[in-house]
């Protein structure tokens, strides 16, 4: 019958000596790791040698913005911070986002979405532009590619509901063969429109429902006036829209006895 055999006890010195050794071998591994780590993130090998530019470019030249951005990154393909090279891409004119990641062994593709420019914004004097997602930017106005853009004026943060009361309002006044060329609103809330003709309406406030609704009595009524002076909507100088019973508006060419000045014609519902 066998018995068995008693089990052998690891003097602790030796467990000792087992732990330390299994330690410095991970600490030496660590520090070989740590040691091919640095070389990789030094050796020119992976210096940033190639920055691969796509997207629906109309503004911008892939070659031109590499020039532009490479001297701003910082680090080599393992190193470069991913956000502060988008954020330069960001910075060049027309950019309105950019997506940017590594490809290996030293390059970079970055996917780069332009401004539409769908207005101006501002004042005559400034080179804002706001884009058919009513964003602001600022670009060179001598780069456009797009003639007879509209001017938008507001408040700050206002441009999204400028530009939505602009596409309600441009389509109602079709029927009169005038444009819409300019809308602003005032910090008070009110409205005023000016028209391909030079002439300016000022529209009041209240919702875009109201402002609407006024927009749309006058142009079904405009042609009633202007027909008893002989005139269409293109003489039209200025109009008045705040009245809760009608309008107030100036036709060129209309005048009293020796008066240069246009005489202003009322019109109620």
């Known amino acids: 019958m066998t018995r068995n055999q008693p089990t052998a006890v690891v003097p602790f010195d030796v467990k000792l000596m087992n732990i330390t050794a299994t330690v410095m071998f991970m600490g030496c591994l ?33 070659v031109t ?29 027309w950019v309105k986002e950019a ?20 207005a101006f914004w501002g004042p005559d004097t400034g080179t804002g532009l706001v884009d058919k997602a009513g ?25 999204l509901r400028v530009l939505q009361m602009f596409r309600m309002l441009a389509p109602t006044l079709r029927p009169l063969n005038v444009g819409l ?9 009110g409205w005023e429109m000016a028209l391909d003709n030079e002439a300016v309406i000022k529209l009041g406030g209240g919702t875009a429902e109201e402002v609407l609704q006024r927009v749309q009595r006058f142009v079904r009524t405009l042609p009633q006036i202007t027909s008893q002076y002989k005139r269409t909507a293109v003489a039209l100088e200025s109009a008045d829209l705040r009245y809760d019973d009608g309008y107030a508006l ?14 202003p014609a009322r019109a109620r519902r």
Not at 38 to 62: C, D, K, Q, S, Y
Not at 100 to 107: A, F, I
Not at 111 to 118: Q, R
């Open 30 to 62: 660590a520090a070989c790791v740590m040691a091919v780590g640095w070389w990789l993130m030094r050796t020119p090998a992976f210096n940033i040698g190639r920055i691969v530019v796509e997207g629906e470019l109309v503004h911008n030249n892939a």
């Open 65 to 93: 913005l590499r020039a532009n951005v490479a001297p701003a990154l910082k680090g080599n393909f393992f190193t470069v911070d991913l956000k502060s090279a988008q954020h330069a891409f960001e910075q060049a004119p």
């Open 99 to 118: 997506q940017v990641r590594r490809e290996y062994p030293n390059g970079l593709r970055v996917i780069l979405k332009e401004h539409v420019a769908e």
């Open 135 to 159: 964003e602001v930017f600022e670009a060179n106005l001598g780069e456009l590619d797009r003639e007879g853009l509209p001017r938008l004026q507001g408040p700050e943060g206002s441009a």
């Open 181 to 189: 060329d300019g809308l602003t609103l005032d910090a008070r809330g």
């Open 250 to 263: 100036r036709l060129k060419g209309v005048t009293t006895g020796s008066s240069a000045a246009a005489t």
